[in-house]
C-alpha cells in the first residue's frame, strides 16, 4: 500500500509518500521560518497562504523524486488537527481534492499521533508498548502507548508547552525566532550556577507540567538585571533556564517509566531535538537501564513523513478508515485520547 501524506498544521509544509512494504520513497518539506522570524512568532493568516504556494511544487517533487505516477497512490492521508484551522483547511482541501482527481480515498490523521510514530520510521525502531513525551510548541504530553491508536494519557502542561516557554524566554533573552535552538545554543556557554530558576511541579507527584512560572522567572530576572543584560549574562540566564526545563522533563520521564513498569521511552515533537533534554534523558534513562528512543533530527519538526507513516498504521489495521466522500473537516483543537478507533 502507497500512502501519500499532506501535513500543513502549522509552519511547515510536508508532503510524502509512504510504502507499507518498501518504506519511505520520498518526501519534501518547506519551512515557513524565514517569513515568520520578523514578527517573532508564527501569523496565521501568512501561513495559510504559504502553505497553498508551496504545496504543488512540493507534490511534484516527491512524486519525481519516488518515481510514483499519481495512479500508484493507495490512499490519502492529511493532518486533521490539531493546529491552526486556515493552515489545517490548506492541507485538508488539497488532500480532498486529488482524491477526487484520483479516485482514491481519504483519511485525516491527527498531528500528535504522527509525531508519536514518527520514531517508528528511524533504523531503530521501538517496540510497543512504552512511555512518550510529546514535546513541541504547542504541546507537552506524557502518553501511555500500547499500540496504533491505544494511547492513554498520564498528564500534560497546564499551561505553557515547553516549547511555547523555549520561545517566549528566548524573546525576552533577544535571542529571536525560533527561541529554542537559540536559547540552547546560547545556554552551552552558561555557567550553571550564575542563576537559579524554578521547577515548576517537579514534586507534584503526578505527571503534569507547568512551564508559564518559568518563563515568568526569566521575565523577572531581565526586569531586575541592572542595566542591559550583556551577552555572558544571556548566556547564564539561558543555561538557568535550559537546566530546570529539562530537569522537570526528565523526572517526570522517569517517573512515569517507573509508574507504568515499562522500560522504553519515546520522545517526539520539535524539543525532542534539544541537545540538553537528548543528553538528560540517555543518562537518566541509562542508570535506571531504560531505552530511550528518537525520531530522526529531520522528523522531529512538522513533517509528511510521520503523516504519512500514521495514516498507513492506521489503513493496515483498518482499511475501512479511509473514505471516498471527499468531505472534510478539521480540528483545530482535538485531544488525542479522543482518536476513536474504528469498529
Known amino acids: 500500500m502507497i500512502v501519500l501524506g499532506v501535513e500543513s498544521s502549522c509552519d511547515e509544509t510536508g508532503f510524502a509518500l509512504y510504502d507499507t512494504q518498501k518504506g519511505l520513497l520520498a518526501h519534501a518539506l518547506y519551512s515557513q521560518i524565514a517569513m515568520h522570524q520578523e514578527y517573532g512568532g508564527v501569523v496565521p493568516e501568512l501561513a495559510s497562504r504559504d502553505h497553498v504556494r508551496r504545496a504543488m511544487p512540493l507534490l511534484r517533487q516527491v512524486l519525481s523524486d519516488s518515481g510514483i505516477t499519481p495512479q500508484a497512490i493507495d490512499a490519502i492521508a492529511y493532518t486533521q488537527g490539531p493546529g491552526l484551522a486556515g493552515a489545517l483547511l490548506v492541507g485538508a482541501s488539497i488532500a480532498s481534492g486529488l482524491g477526487l482527481a484520483l479516485d482514491k480515498p481519504m483519511l485525516g490523521v ?7 510514530l514518527s520514531p517508528l520510521l528511524s533504523s531503530n525502531p521501538p517496540e510497543f508498548p512504552f512511555v512518550a513525551l510529546l514535546v ?12 496504533v491508536g491505544r494511547y492513554t494519557l498520564l498528564g500534560e502542561t497546564l499551561d505553557d508547552a515547553a516549547g511555547e516557554a523555549f520561545d517566549k524566554s528566548a524573546k525576552l533573552l533577544g535571542l529571536g525566532y525560533p527561541g529554542g535552538p537559540a536559547i540552547s545554543r546560547m545556554a552551552e556557554f552558561g555557567d550553571p550556577g550564575a ?6 511541579m517537579l514534586h507534584s507527584k503526578n505527571f503534569d507540567f507547568s512551564f508559564s512560572g518559568l518563563k515568568t522567572a526569566v521575565l523577572t ?9 550583556c551577552e555572558q549574562d544571556k548566556a547564564n540566564i539561558a543555561r538557568a533556564f535550559v537546566d530546570a526545563m529539562v530537569e522537570v522533563l526528565v523526572a517526570k520521564c522517569m517517573s512515569a517509566l517507573k509508574h507504568t513498569g515499562m522500560k522504553r521511552l519515546v520522545i517526539a515533537g520539535g524539543v525532542g531535538a534539544n541537545k540538553q533534554l537528548r543528553e538528560g534523558l540517555n543518562a537518566a534513562a541509562a542508570k535506571r537501564r531504560y531505552q ?12 509528511g513523513a510521520m503523516i ?5 498504521m492506521r489503513l493496515q489495521q483498518h482499511p475501512q478508515a479511509a473514505k471516498r466522500d471527499y468531505a472534510f ?7 488525542l485520547d479522543e482518536i476513536a478507533i474504528p469498529a
Open 136 to 147: 513541541s510548541g504547542g504541546h507537552t504530553q506524557l502518553m501511555q502507548v500500547e499500540g
Open 221 to 229: 530576572v531581565v526586569k531586575n538585571h541592572p542595566g542591559n543584560v
Open 308 to 312: 504519512a507513516f500514521a495514516g498507513a
Open 292 to 303: 530511550v528512543f528518537y525520531p530522526e533530527l529531520e522528523f522531529c519538526t512538522d513533517n
Open 329 to 335: 473537516s478539521v480540528r483545530p483543537r482535538w485531544p
Open 195 to 200: 542563576y537559579q530558576l524554578p521547577r515548576p
Open 110 to 116: 491527527h498531528h500528535l499521533e504522527g509525531h508519536l
